[in-house]
């Protein structure tokens, strides 16, 4: 455990792809937390909707903000998507 505790400690940040499988995923997070808390980076995790296409990305982003606000993590995009930058 030590071992990975040094490794999560050198990291800057965790990007998390969110699903539509909400209980799934919200076990995940909370275990993931429960995990981080130990070595006090939780507020370098980010949540990033999962889809292929604007549309998609657009509908997973209320439940990827809801999500980040309820267990205090951050939000990034996927601003090549939303924006058509291919």
């Known amino acids: 455990m030590m071992k990975f505790g040094k490794i999560l400690m050198d990291l800057k940040n965790i990007k ?9 995923l ?3 997070l909370e275990q ?3 995990f981080l808390k130990d070595f006090n980076i939780s507020q370098n995790v980010y949540l990033m909707p999962m889809g292929k296409t604007r549309d998609e990305v657009l509908e997973a982003m209320p439940m990827t903000i809801a999500l980040s606000k ?3 993590f951050n939000v990034t995009t996927r601003m090549h998507l939303i924006h058509n930058f291919e």
């Not at 998390?16 to 799934?24: C, D, P, Q, W």
């Open 16 to 24: 998390l792809v969110t699903t539509e499988e909400l209980k799934v």
């Open 32 to 34: 993931i937390l429960d």
């Open 26 to 28: 919200k076990n995940i």
């Open 70 to 72: 309820q267990y205090g």
